[in-house]
């Protein structure tokens, strides 16, 4: 009895989100079309400018999480050493550092993609550590035994062990990325999706501002949608015995 | 009679904050060539400890472990290992679990999967190749394992209380393929086990500990005849003749 009304529950979530994102698309298309004012055309290079600066700073902070978490994990010193560190360090609001990024780095991508990867790192990194720490004592030692050093264990044991809980954390850091590039380029930053709103907004152009909030949602709906959620179905299918 | 192992006076304390707990105290025996030899001893007397020393897992305080004239202090391809809980990779299937270790040893693929094709026939899963662990039972997965640790070409097998999550029946069946496995296979086992009957059933050689710390407290030959019958006269006196020797 559970699982099917489980299954019905999901399945009616799903209709019920399709329909709002195509709700707000044929909304977002009617507006566009209306007003032939509205520079389109740069808004999509904007939601693209904000894209690539959050896929940049995930593959920097998820290569980086890895290799400190793997690390810390094969030396206690390590991790006694840099574990109090990471800590003080996570408990600075990103957006806090900002200002001081604009000062080395400018306006530009690169005070962009580090504030989103400071954003996201923390998540990934806690994240991995745990589940390392967390992992079947005899799972580890079954790979041991069969022969799983260096390179290979990590491609073949540690990767797809790991691998839910990346997914898991990679969907949380997204999300943080978005909330924090949005921020950043309204604040301090003057191109992306962020900038293009702020603009838009100061300049009186309403049914502008509707648009891109709406393009926004149904870009990272589309992620969500057809990106992470296949992947989290799919490791997690086979993870939990 | 050939040595397979030499196991000379292992000691193992684990130190922990405030505690120290010694686990074994110098224990040595030796482990003939091609003999399934049973280790038995009450909870806690450091059976598991000694079988990842023996695989390398764990290293001694003291003392140390010869295979031949080489001394083991690593994991070593020599030495395989069924878990007592299966510890079978989740995300891999059936047949991908039993070519993990050849993967890993760089066989070819070809051969990968011959070998794992036979193996998990000889224990009985044909079918189920392309299952992964939670699709299988209890039973199943504890075939998985052994056709993993038999599909590579170590000498020595080690198996900590590989039935004991398993009902009566499934044990049973495991025992018996066990036994058959063992005449094609040829290998040095060394059977951790909680229960008398169970050693009796299997074993050439029984060794009893103490209690923590671990150290020998009996060897016994088993030289019933197999296939060995549990209701046996034979078989109830070696029981009580090991059950003696257990302290708890
Ligand atoms: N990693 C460890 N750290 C601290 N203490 C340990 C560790 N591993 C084992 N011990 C302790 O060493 C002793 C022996 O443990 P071990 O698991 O080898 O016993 P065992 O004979 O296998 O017991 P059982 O029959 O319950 O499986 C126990 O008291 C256990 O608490
Ligand atoms: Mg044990």
Redesign the interface.
């Given at each position: 009895m559970k699982v099917p009304s489980r299954w019905m529950r999901r399945r009616l979530a799903s209709v019920v989100t399709t329909i709002f994102i195509l709700v707000a698309a044929i909304v977002a298309l009617a507006l566009i079309f209306k007003s032939a004012k509205l520079d389109t055309a740069k808004m999509f290079l904007a939601v693209i400018a904000s894209i690539s600066r959050i896929s940049v700073a995930y593959v920097l902070s998820l290569g980086a999480a890895l290799l400190f978490a793997v690390m810390m994990a094969k030396s206690k010193l390590l991790e006694n050493l840099l574990l109090p560190v990471f800590d003080l360090f996570q408990s600075i609001p990103g957006l806090a550092i900002l200002p001081l990024a604009v000062i080395y780095f400018g306006k530009g991508n690169t005070t962009a993609i580090f504030i989103i990867f400071l954003a996201m790192f923390w998540t990934m990194l806690f994240t991995i550590i745990g589940t390392l720490k967390g992992l079947?004592e005899?799972?580890s030692?079954?790979?041991?035994?069969?022969?799983?050093?260096g390179w290979?264990r990590f491609r073949?044991?540690t990767m797809?062990?790991l691998?839910p809980a990346i997914i898991t954390a990679s969907i949380i850091s997204w999300g943080a990325g978005w909330e924090i590039i949005i921020a950043a380029e309204i604040i301090g930053i003057s191109t992306g999706i962020g900038a293009f709103l702020n603009t838009a907004s100061e300049s009186g152009q309403t049914s502008l501002v509707v648009v891109g909030i709406m393009v926004l949602a149904i870009v990272v709906f589309m992620i969500n949608k057809f990106i992470w959620l296949p992947l989290l179905h799919k490791?997690t299918k086979?993870?939990?015995? | 009679m050939v040595e397979a192992l030499r196991i000379e006076k292992i000691s193992k304390t684990f130190k922990e904050e405030n505690k120290s707990v010694t686990a074994l105290n110098k224990i040595s025996f030796d482990v003939r060539q091609g003999e399934l030899l049973a280790i038995i001893g009450p909870s806690g007397c450091g059976k598991s400890t000694l079988l990842?020393i023996i695989?390398g897992?764990a290293k001694p305080d003291s003392g140390f472990v010869r295979h031949k004239s080489r001394i083991i202090a690593e994991?070593n391809?020599k030495?395989?290992?069924v878990?007592?809980?299966f510890?079978?990779?989740?995300?891999?299937t059936a047949l991908e679990n039993v070519k993990?270790?050849l993967?890993?040893?760089g066989l070819s693929e070809n051969l990968q999967e011959k070998n794992a094709r036979q193996w998990l026939r000889e224990v009985g899963l044909r079918g189920s190749e392309d299952k992964?662990?939670?699709e299988l039972s209890g039973g199943m997965k504890q075939r998985v394992g052994l056709a993993?640790a038999l599909a590579?070409d170590a000498e020595i097998l080690l198996m900590d209380e590989p039935f004991s999550s398993l009902d009566a029946f499934t044990a049973h069946a495991l025992r018996q393929d066990l036994m058959r496995l063992r005449l094609k296979k040829k290998n040095t086992i060394i059977l951790v086990t909680h229960l008398v009957d169970e050693a009796i059933e299997l074993a050439d050689r029984i060794i009893v500990l103490t209690p923590r710390p671990g150290s020998v407290a009996a060897i016994f030959e088993n030289k019933l005849k197999r296939p060995r019958n549990k209701r046996s006269k034979e078989f109830f006196r070696l029981v009580d003749k090991i059950t003696k020797t257990i302290r708890f």
């Open positions: 079947k005899d799972l030692e079954a790979a041991t035994i069969f022969g799983a050093t290979k073949y044991f797809p062990a691998l490791t086979y993870q939990t015995e | 990842k695989a897992l994991p391809p030495v395989t290992m878990f007592q809980h510890a079978l990779f989740p995300w891999l993990f270790g993967k890993m040893r992964h662990p939670r993993r590579t």
